[in-house]
């Protein structure tokens, strides 16, 4: 190692952590510590297959310490953030202090239950791969019960599931429960009649897939409704009592399974400058991912709010793109600045957005036109298969995936608890 190396912490393996990793470990200059609470990196946006069964987690996650095994610069730290102190360049985990030259947050966000404190209790969560193998625990033992139950009102609740939040991940999560329900509850559960029709997705904006065009939006509203999907729109989640989805006019949803795919809040970073926190406790960051009133502490992806970037002046969507493209460019810049030359602010050039729907569905808003269906779908497999992490998963995803299109009939229903009282 030379002896005037650059000690770089980021904090955070998720899109923008490692992105931003990989490409400053081609400069030796720099002796990089990646600190993460889980020893692997996961791709979020296939959790919500993994809480339905479908695929396995290990499809979509990674070790770190293989991702990096020949990065001679690069060290794993296995362990949370606790606090920042800028003052001495120091930061706290719960396994640790590390010193830096520079500090890069990249702790992503977490799940918002907007203050309802009976949903933050009593909701499933979609954000880790913990959450996912609840979900799915929770799912299956429910099909269970209901099919031991003799108490017709105990069995709706059972079968009823209630998805909070209709943008692609509610709108994903519900399309696979009803072709769960379409394709193999009818084969693997015959004393359950019509599951589908027992899905609820509840969103407080009148349409579907807020962010995208108007036509994924009325696409994604009549496929789920063909699969027997029941929306309510306009139309929050106010409370979750007694098994009882509470809607803000007043219905209620009888129910067990409370899936909350609403919103998001970026994590806390305690030891900021309370100057540099924003709207949704993102950290205010210049045109470099520098944060606001410190001198060498960066922030990326999810977690920081950009108003520099000419075509985004009320700040990024938090997506995967934007946190791999701001890992990226920040590493570039650190090079740059080593090298004497001026950083380069950060611009976004949006690839466009997709969302799966059902089998062979999908919408594709790409920049300059719209697909879907078929071709959409089409589009959706490549554009998650390409990103993961590791040519094995790629390969085990990809025969996953033709195994339970072609057969209808995956395999991985399992239930595993690590203890058995979690289910009530
Ligand atoms: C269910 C779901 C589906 C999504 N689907 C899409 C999609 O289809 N397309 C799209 O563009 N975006 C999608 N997103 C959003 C996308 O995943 C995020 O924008 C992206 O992951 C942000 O990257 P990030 O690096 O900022 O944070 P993350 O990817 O969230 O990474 C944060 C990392 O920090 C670690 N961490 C968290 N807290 C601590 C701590 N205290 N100490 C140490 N480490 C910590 C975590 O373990 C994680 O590795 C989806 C998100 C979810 C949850």
Redesign the pocket.
């Known amino acids: 190692m030379e002896t005037n190396t650059k000690k770089v912490v980021v904090?955070?393996?998720?899109?923008?952590?490692?992105?931003f990793a990989k490409q400053l470990c081609k400069d030796k200059r720099f002796q990089i510590t990646l600190?993460?609470?889980?020893n692997?990196?996961?791709?979020?946006?296939?959790?919500?297959q993994v809480a339905t069964a479908f695929i396995e987690p290990s499809n979509i996650s990674y070790p770190f310490r293989r991702m990096f095994q020949d990065k001679s610069n690069l060290r794993f730290h296995m362990?949370?953030?606790?606090k920042v102190d800028p003052q001495n360049n120091t930061v706290e985990?719960?396994t640790g202090i590390l010193d830096y030259d520079y500090l890069v947050l990249?702790?992503?966000?977490?799940?918002n239950y907007f203050g309802i404190e009976s949903v933050k209790q009593n909701a499933l969560p979609?954000?880790?791969i913990d959450d996912?193998l609840n979900l799915r625990n929770h799912l299956l033992l429910n099909l269970e019960k209901a099919v031991q139950s003799n108490d017709p009102a105990e069995k709706v609740r059972r079968l009823n599931i209630v998805i909070a939040g209709g943008g692609?991940?509610g709108v994903?999560v519900a399309g696979m429960l009803a072709e769960l329900g379409r394709y193999i509850a009818a084969k693997e559960y015959p004393e359950i009649k019509d599951l589908q029709s027992h899905i609820y997705l509840v969103d407080a904006s009148p349409v579907l897939l807020g962010p995208m065009s108007k036509g994924s939006q009325e696409e994604a509203k009549k496929v789920l409704s063909k699969l027997g999907v029941q929306i309510i729109q306009n139309t929050p989640v106010k409370d979750y009592v007694d098994g009882k989805v509470v809607l803000a006019d007043g219905r209620t949803i009888e129910t067990k399974a409370l899936i909350w795919?609403s919103g998001?809040i970026a994590?806390e970073v305690p030891g900021i400058p309370a100057t540099a926190v924003g709207k949704g406790r993102r950290l205010l960051v210049d045109a470099y991912n520098k944060v606001n009133d410190t001198t060498n502490i960066y922030a990326?992806?999810?977690?920081?709010f950009q108003t520099t970037d000419p075509n985004y002046p009320n700040g990024h969507?938090?997506?995967?793109?934007?946190?791999?493209q701001?890992?990226k460019t920040l590493a570039k810049n650190l090079t740059r600045s080593l090298d004497g030359e001026p950083m380069k602010a950060f611009s976004y050039y949006n690839k466009g957005?997709?969302?799966i729907i059902s089998k062979y569905k999908a919408v594709a808003d790409l920049p300059k036109v719209f697909f879907k269906g078929f071709i959409a779908w089409c589009i959706w497999l490549f554009a998650?298969i390409i990103p993961l992490v590791g040519f094995r998963n790629r390969l085990k995803l990809a025969f996953n995936w033709f195994w339970s299109f072609m057969t209808n009939n995956p395999t991985l229903r399992l239930i595993i608890r690590p203890r058995k009282e979690d289910f009530k």
């Open positions: 904090i955070g393996g998720g899109f923008a952590g490692i992105n600190v993460d609470r889980n692997y990196h996961f791709f979020p946006p296939l959790l919500y362990g949370s953030l606790v985990t719960d990249a702790i992503g966000a977490e799940t979609m954000k880790t996912a692609p991940t994903e795919a998001i994590r990326l992806g999810d977690l920081s969507p938090q997506l995967a793109q934007v946190a791999i701001q890992g957005s997709l969302a998650h």
